[in-house]
């Protein structure tokens, strides 16, 4: 039972334009939600993250927004780069009770020229 | 300050043999995760050891074992192995269990492949 789902293996999007990744979750009590990225041959490394009290969360380029009545929440990339060519895992925590983290199974980003 | 290491980087084995992986996290940090990554499941939490304390563990058999050395090493133990075994394993480190996850850093892995 994937409680955290990344419904889209793969995306292709235009360099310059916005990168929306999508992921769900079936868990309403998850409290804290994460991404991160993951480049070939290399361990993943934290992009951005949001607790379940807030409904957006803003670093540079990166947004993440949260809509807990739908269990749904998105990474948008704004403008989107080259070098954000990579696979992107959203994650969940349940921060009050084991701090166990579940991620989904990724969504690999293609930036195209 | 060097990051996460882990050892070997690829390793292939036959059905049934058992393997060790390594993993040494970033000075300073005690605490320890291990992942497994396959196409089909994406990312999954294996265990967390923290003070040579196995402090949280994921929902796989017993095959896969974990333990943590004085020095924060730790190692991750598959015995019996399966075709299904075959992924990349993920080693993280953070300064301490519990807390933010985004203090969590990845090591680059170990590709193993069993055949």
């Known amino acids: 039972d994937q409680q955290v789902k990344q419904n889209s293996p793969s995306l292709s999007v235009q360099e310059g334009r916005i990168s929306i990744l999508n992921c769900d979750y079936t868990?309403?009590?998850?409290?804290?939600f994460l991404w991160y990225k993951k480049y070939p041959a290399e361990g993943p490394t934290f992009l951005i993250s949001i607790s379940s009290i807030k409904d957006k969360n803003e670093d540079g380029r990166f947004t993440v927004f949260l809509n807990k009545s739908a269990k749904h929440l998105s990474l948008h990339i704004v403008p989107s780069q080259p070098g954000d060519s990579a696979v992107y895992f959203c994650a969940a925590v349940l921060r009050w009770l084991d701090d166990k983290i579940i991620f989904g199974k990724g969504t690999r980003l293609h930036i195209l020229p | 300050k060097a990051g996460v290491t882990q050892t070997p980087r690829y390793l292939i084995k036959t059905r049934g043999q058992q393997v060790t992986l390594s993993c040494s996290p970033i000075?300073?940090?005690?605490?320890v995760s291990w992942y497994q990554q396959t196409p089909g499941q994406g990312l999954q939490f294996l265990f967390e050891y923290f003070s040579e304390t196995q402090r949280n563990k994921g929902n796989f058999p017993g095959r896969f074992s974990g333990r943590q050395f004085s020095n924060s090493r730790s190692e991750m133990n598959v015995s019996t192995l399966e075709l299904g075994d075959s992924a990349l394993y993920l080693c993280a480190s953070r300064v301490t269990a519990g807390g933010i996850q985004e203090t969590q850093y990845f090591g680059p892995g170990t590709r193993l492949l069993v055949l």
């Open positions: 868990n309403s009590m998850f409290d804290y």
């Open positions: 000075s300073g940090h005690r605490s």
